[in-house]
């Protein structure tokens, strides 16, 4: 989806009008001339350009009455035939982003309209910036479903696809939104995240596409959404199947047409955004029960992503851990390790809650562990790990031998158990020899 700038220009000479509207397309602008300030209210009254170019003297208004009014919305740039120092300062005193002398040059002119819309952008972001904090961390990992997902992350990075990004809860589905945006044209500007399930229908409405105001009942001023926020930039729609039929059928519209209107307006807005969703939920499943539009999903799935739960790249588990253990370490002033039996523990659970449920697992193990250096088995709970006491998760990614199920099981009972010979004898049965010689065959020799 791409869209094109729109400015307005306000020119009643009309051989002037045409050659600064024709220099303007030329810059790649969408321009709308009109030649009276009539029109041009008009206008504004249907659209919202994203910068006003408007002669001070028109046959029917004087543009330095009307700035106070439309510089709280629009940045304006003047144009006067009588260029003075006084005339200049009552321009940017009224809230005129510049003030440009005719003849204007074209090249000034294209100076200016630049500099005042990156300017006005770069406001917006910064405003964006002081409400909410953007995402941290980095995707991490070494195997080759990891490979292969950045693989995809790159190739669609450069692109403008809308990206629908699948996968369970906790598998990071923001951290590979985030990345998208990152290896992106669009990295420069905005990442703008909306939790698509936490939010009423109305409430969310108005969060993403702004309301005007008297919209409904505490709506005292005008609002801009977050895809105003986000222009330039990323919207991240994360949990997408949640959406009411209402919003599914306006966000269809931004993807169709690149326009929207705020809650209670009546203006077309453009949406220079690239959108990427995500979801745990089968929206080509949802789609076909007629509890999701096939239409929006058709648009969303242009180019889909799915990342792995962490039980199918259980390889990627020290990598994970050490990333977690290296930013508590270098928050806190720690000094934080993971015993080698710990790391079997946690290579034989199941990991249900995925990325999320082990950094929180960390996290309460460094807490659990005190003053210790090393993170033990002890310091893991099974009850917090979301299991039943003697219930275990193998873990396995395909059809084991029952070498490689007995290696595992003992593995798991070793890490729990801390090599304790004589619990892991009591747990299976059999004499602490044995355990002795199963050790040893499995390679375990001086565990406990």
């Not at 076909?288 to 969303?300: A, E, I, Q």
């Not at 851990?321 to 710990?342: D, I």
Request: charge should be neutral.
């Amino acid at each position: 989806m791409t869209t094109t700038t729109p400015i307005l220009l306000v020119e009643d000479d009309r051989l002037l009008n045409r050659l600064l509207a024709g220099e303007l397309k030329r810059m790649g602008f969408a321009v709308t001339s009109v030649h009276c300030w009539r029109d041009g209210h008009a206008h504004l009254a249907q659209h919202e350009p994203a910068l006003i170019v408007a002669d001070v003297q028109l046959p029917d208004a004087n543009t330095l009455d009307l700035l106070p009014g439309l510089t709280r919305d629009y940045p304006v740039i003047v144009l006067t035939a009588f260029g003075t120092v006084q005339g200049a300062v009552a321009a940017m005193k009224a809230g005129a982003r510049q003030y440009l002398t005719k003849p204007v040059d074209p090249d000034e002119l294209e100076l200016e309209v630049k500099r005042v819309l990156q300017h006005t952008a770069m406001s917006r972001d910064q405003q964006f910036c002081k409400e909410r904090l953007r995402p941290s961390g980095g995707m991490v990992g070494t195997s080759a479903a990891m490979a292969e997902l950045q693989r995809l992350i790159d190739a669609v990075a450069h692109s403008e696809a809308t990206v629908l990004i699948q996968g369970e809860s906790g598998v990071g589905k923001e951290l590979v939104a985030h990345a998208i945006h990152e290896r992106s044209p669009r990295a420069a500007r905005n990442f703008v995240a909306v939790d698509c399930c936490t939010l009423q229908e109305k409430l969310f409405e108005s969060e993403l596409f702004g309301h005007e105001k008297g919209a409904f009942t505490g709506a005292d001023r005008q609002k801009p959404g977050l895809i105003e926020a986000a222009q330039g930039g990323t919207l991240f729609l994360d949990e997408i199947g949640e959406i009411e039929p209402i919003i599914q059928a306006k966000l269809l519209r931004v993807l169709e047409s690149g326009e929207y209107r705020r809650l209670g307006g009546i203006k077309d807005l453009q949406a220079n955004v690239r959108i990427v969703a995500a979801t745990n939920r089968n929206l080509a499943q949802m789609s076909r029960d007629g509890k999701f539009r096939s239409d929006l999903y058709y648009r969303l799935s242009a180019f889909t992503l799915r990342i792995p739960p962490l039980r199918e790249r259980l390889q990627d588990i020290p990598a994970l851990v050490g990333h977690f253990l290296a930013h508590h370490n270098f928050s806190r002033r720690l000094n934080k390790r993971l015993s080698p039996s710990a790391l079997r523990l946690l290579m034989a659970y199941g990991f249900p809650g995925n990325i999320r449920e082990l950094r929180n697992m960390v996290e309460r193990a460094i807490i659990v562990g005190g003053g210790s250096e090393e993170i033990r088995p002890e310091h893991f709970s099974f009850e917090a790990l979301g299991e039943q006491p003697g219930q275990f998760s193998m873990g396995f990614q395909h059809e084991p031998t029952l070498e490689e199920i007995e290696r595992r099981y003992l593995e798991l009972l070793v890490a729990k158990y801390a090599g304790h010979r004589g619990q892991i004898a009591a747990i299976l049965g059999v004499s602490e020899r044995s355990i002795y010689r199963l050790l040893e065959k499995h390679g375990f020799k001086g565990e406990g």
